[in-house]
């Protein structure tokens, strides 16, 4: 993501470092398939991606970004002015200065895309200038570019720029046609090429009878000179050829001088005799045949070679981002789910800890309701660092362990969060270490992968990191799994990073006291279960002793495997 001066999503630029999460967190906390959701358009999604991804444990970034969606969410009417302006500015963002590198040549038809960069810069200024004004603005972001949009709009130069790019454009629609004359060989290739003139008026095809006496007797049109007229007919190209498909196609559609010749660069031309430069040679001719519009263009725009352009298109993508957001988050809320404004706690309280109430998880969100959705509580603190989160199958470990890492990548992006409550310091780094695909582990084996994927995200791991762990270290037998993950919990707790492991392994529970937490000096580790009542899951996360065996034996008995019920059964 671009950081410039102007920023409403990167503030303090000179001071903060932003470390991109894995891919494969990305996919595991199923941010992929939200952002989906959330982008109005396929283009948007690696937008918002972008910004996302983008990690900083830097509590003023959080709360600067938290403040601007604030805004953005009270104010309906600023996000609707903006969604009328970003459908006008599409090709600015998409095609125009945002797009374009050092160095690139500035031709008649760079002119007039920079033209209409301009032009659109414009409308930017002045949308957001007035979506903007008088408005009960509460955040630094858009406080600071309501003032600063103010200051362009009432500067003199900008009074200038926006008369002389309107006559500009005036100017350029006007030309609706070009008269182009081709050279031929004696085998009737197509040697060379020029323009006759621009044209004010689109040409119109001859009537019928004439196009039909041209084609059936074209010697007696054959004209000794090659000079114009006044008095030349249109015959529309044949369709079934190259380089005369591409001009015909051209001038009978009348093409406003946008990019025309990007038609005729497509002929497909004979490369004998040197013809092959017939498309370079187009280029050559429209230049210098336009070169009056060329020459006036450039003066008119180098006289604005300071205006920040680009820092203005640099700003389009983020007002994106935060009106995508608050347009789902809002529709949402109608539908009665719960967010809440994250609130992030200044550098001189950090702990490294978190304190969330009531939420849930995105993706309940689809196939669910509010009312039937089981909210959950938990905390970090000095004593809390890593939970061991044991319980039965389906009973909701997963779910709590993605929500847990949604929390903090939306609040630190600056959106409200799936909760009640969220108080919590930010993190460096989101690192997940969930199950691996089968294709990803015939080399070293599940085993063997496991390792190597929990060294690499131990690694990148400090104080700062949030670590989800499920089911690590499941894929070998019980002894070895456990001897390999109590180990890797006693390092995570000499980190201190903020943990959820969640495991089958209820003996690595069970031996917090007597294995784990001896000597820990930066936290402990705590037994986090998944409740069930009646041997019904609750969906609740409590702080709890596994039930280990006393909840294997309610499953058996349930579904008649003790082994008094396996011996009083009789065969069928």
């Known amino acids: 993501m671009k950081q410039n001066k102007l920023s409403i999503l990167f503030p303090y630029q000179d001071e903060v470092t932003y470390r991109e999460i894995p891919e494969e967190s990305w996919h595991d906390l199923g941010l992929d398939a939200l952002t989906e959701k959330v982008a109005s358009q ?26 601007v969606f604030e805004d953005m969410l009270r104010h309906p009417e600023i996000r609707e002015r903006l969604a009328k302006l970003l459908d006008k500015i599409k090709m600015f963002y998409d095609y125009g200065v945002v797009n374009r590198h050092e160095g690139d040549e500035t031709g008649i038809w760079d ?39 103010d200051r362009i709009y009432r500067d003199q130069g900008f009074a200038a720029l926006r008369k002389d790019v309107e006559e500009m454009r005036v100017s350029a629609s006007e030309i609706r046609s070009l008269t ?64 005369l498909e591409s001009v015909g196609q051209l001038v009978e559609s009348s093409v406003i001088l946008r990019n025309p010749l990007a038609a005729m660069s497509l002929a497909r031309i004979p490369e004998a005799d040197g013809s092959a430069n017939v498309p370079r040679q187009m280029d050559s001719a429209a230049t210098m045949l336009t070169s009056r519009i060329a020459r006036k ?4 725009l180098a006289q604005y070679l300071n205006v920040s352009v680009r820092e203005m298109a640099d700003l389009i993508p983020e007002l994106v981002f935060y009106t995508r957001w608050a347009e789902y988050l809002e529709k949402k809320q109608q539908a009665g789910w719960k967010f809440c404004k994250p609130e992030v706690r200044p550098e001189k309280d950090r702990t490294a800890g978190m304190a969330a109430e009531g939420f849930y998880n ?28 044991t319980g039965a199958n389906r009973g909701g470990k997963t779910t709590v362990t993605q929500a847990v890492g949604q929390l903090f990548i939306l609040a630190q992006s600056g959106i409200r969060v799936a909760a009640a409550s969220f108080r919590y310091d930010p993190v460096d780094r989101v690192l997940t270490h969930f199950p691996a695909d089968e294709d990803k582990t015939l080399d070293l084996g599940r085993l063997g992968e496991e390792c ?59 031996d917090l006291d007597t294995v784990i937490n001896t000597g820990a000096t930066n936290g402990k580790a705590v037994s986090l279960v998944a409740e069930t009542k009646g041997k019904e899951h609750s969906f609740r996360m409590i702080i709890a002793p596994p039930e280990g065996q006393s909840f294997a034996r309610d499953i058996a008995e349930k579904y008649g495997v003790t082994y008094e019920s396996l011996t009083a059964a009789q065969p069928e």
């Not at 263009?297 to 008119?300: G, I, K």
Request: aromatic residues 8%; glycine residues 6%; negative net charge.
């Open 42 to 67: 396929p283009q948007e999604v690696p937008l918002l991606r972008r910004v996302m991804m983008s990690l900083t444990a830097d509590p003023r970034v959080a709360a600067f970004r938290s403040d």
């Open 111 to 149: 002119l007039m895309h920079r033209l209409e960069e301009y032009h659109d810069y414009i409308l930017t200024v002045e949308a957001i200038r007035e979506c903007l004004s008088e408005k009960d603005l509460r955040s630094e972001g858009l406080t600071n570019l309501r003032d600063t949009v």
């Open 180 to 243: 182009v004359g081709i050279n031929l060989n004696d085998r009737f290739e197509a040697v060379s090429m020029g323009l006759v003139s621009v044209n004010g008026k689109p040409f119109t095809k001859s009537g019928m009878l004439k196009n039909f006496l041209a084609s059936v007797n074209p010697r007696d049109d054959v004209r000794k000179e090659a000079d114009w007229s006044g008095d030349y007919a249109f015959y529309p190209a044949n369709t079934e050829t190259g380089l």
């Open 297 to 300: 263009l450039r003066e008119t």
């Open 362 to 389: 995105l993706k309940l969100i689809d196939g669910g309701s509010p009312e039937t959705t089981v909210p959950n509580d938990l905390t970090f603190d000095e004593e809390k660092r890593v939970y061991i989160l």
């Open 452 to 510: 190597r994927r929990f060294r690499e995200l131990f690694v990148q791991s400090t104080a700062d990191s949030l670590l989800l762990l499920n089911e690590t270290f499941s894929t070998t037998s019980f002894e070895e799994g456990y001897f390999i993950a109590a180990d890797a919990v006693r390092a995570i707790l000499g980190r201190g990073s903020r943990t959820i492991y969640n495991t089958h392994m209820h003996k690595l529970a069970q």
